[in-house]
């Protein structure tokens, strides 16, 4: 496996240069590109890793896995009342959708549905931003994870377009906390600062029929783990969902820090990181580096 890992991370390393560092929040454009890590952790607790895979970064998007567990746990089968499990087929902060149906998200890992998911949250925890990175922590194993202040800021600096997908679907009635307030707290989840490594552990359990071995945690039940790997697999890179079932056939989730968790069910989850992102936001060297390693290890679910 490690030497399985290195070969992968050096024959995908001449992509760096062919994709655009996210901008659009000016804290994350400043990530110098060249970098690229991968972390594998199976359930038997190896972990493998090569390249950059210590070295933190914005997880972005990936949180919104986090929040959908936090949801389920905390809300359970009536978060669904209040959007959908669908694929969006759309860009990850697209607007038009929303509006043609009556501002209930597609599923939990488009922005819109992320919003939603942090509004039932933010009802149910007394200080959402700290319940969630405490919870990271407990998945990861590691105590010193902490939430990028300065990204989280930028974030909120530059809320146009989540805010303004926030307050449609507060005038259709499904949004029911001050948006700002809400705004605030998907952007520190957001922020939160992880590494390959971090990462691969926290997703464990969903590789693990919802049991976290490290925290001793039942996270999900199995049924629910299914449920949601199911998503990952179906809406986990937005409108790309189907090209990564395709090239890689796991159940995922990327977040426009440049970083993409896969899920192996009953075996491994994989962590990896390059800044550099296509052009639907997705790691472009890290969609490549889990396709060589799904093809070389047979790993698709399909
Ligand atoms: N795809 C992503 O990672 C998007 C998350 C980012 N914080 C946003 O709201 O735009």
């Given at each position: 496996m490690q030497a399985l890992l290195n070969e992968i991370l050096d024959a995908v390393r001449p992509l760096i240069g062919q994709g655009k560092v996210a901008d659009y929040i000016p804290a994350l454009g400043t990530v110098p590109a060249n970098q690229l890590g991968i972390a594998v952790y199976g359930n038997d607790g190896e972990m493998y890793c090569a390249g950059d895979a210590e070295t933190p970064f914005s997880v972005q998007s990936i949180s919104k896995v986090f929040s959908l567990v936090q949801a389920i746990d905390h809300s359970g089968e009536a978060i669904w009342e209040r959007?959908?499990?669908?694929?969006?087929?759309?860009?990850?902060?697209s607007l038009v959708q929303l509006e043609f149906e009556r501002g209930r998200p597609r599923n939990p890992f488009i922005n819109a549905g992320a919003l939603v998911i942090c509004d039932i949250n933010q009802s149910r925890f007394a200080a959402p931003t700290l319940s969630m990175r405490d919870?990271?922590?407990?998945?990861?194993?590691?105590?010193?994870?902490?939430?990028?202040?300065?990204v989280a800021d930028s974030e909120y600096q530059h809320r146009a377009r989540n805010a303004a997908m926030a307050y449609l679907m507060q005038s259709f009635g499904n949004f029911h906390n001050d948006v700002e307030a809400v705004l605030r707290s998907y952007f520190s989840h957001c922020a939160l600062r992880m590494n390959c490594i971090d990462l691969a552990r926290a997703f464990c359990f969903l590789a693990n029929d919802g049991y976290c071995k490290h925290s001793g945690e039942q996270v999900l039940t199995r049924r629910q783990t299914q449920q949601v790997n199911?998503?990952?697999?179906?809406?986990?890179?937005?409108?790309?969902?189907?090209n990564f079932a395709y090239r890689v056939g796991l159940p995922g989730k990327s977040g426009v820090g440049g970083g993409i968790v896969a899920v192996v069910p009953g075996?491994?989850?994989?962590?990896?990181?390059?800044?550099?992102?296509?052009?639907?936001?997705?790691?472009?060297?890290?969609?490549?580096?889990?396709?060589?390693?799904?093809?070389?290890?047979?790993w698709s679910v399909f």
């Open positions: 959007l959908g499990h669908e694929p969006s087929g759309q860009p990850f902060n919870f990271v922590r407990r998945l990861s194993g590691n105590p010193q994870i902490m939430i990028d202040g300065k199911s998503i990952m697999a179906t809406s986990g890179l937005y409108d790309e969902a189907g075996q491994f989850t994989v962590c990896v990181w390059s800044p550099e992102l296509n052009a639907a936001g997705n790691s472009l060297a890290g969609m490549a580096a889990l396709e060589m390693l799904s093809a070389r290890i047979g």
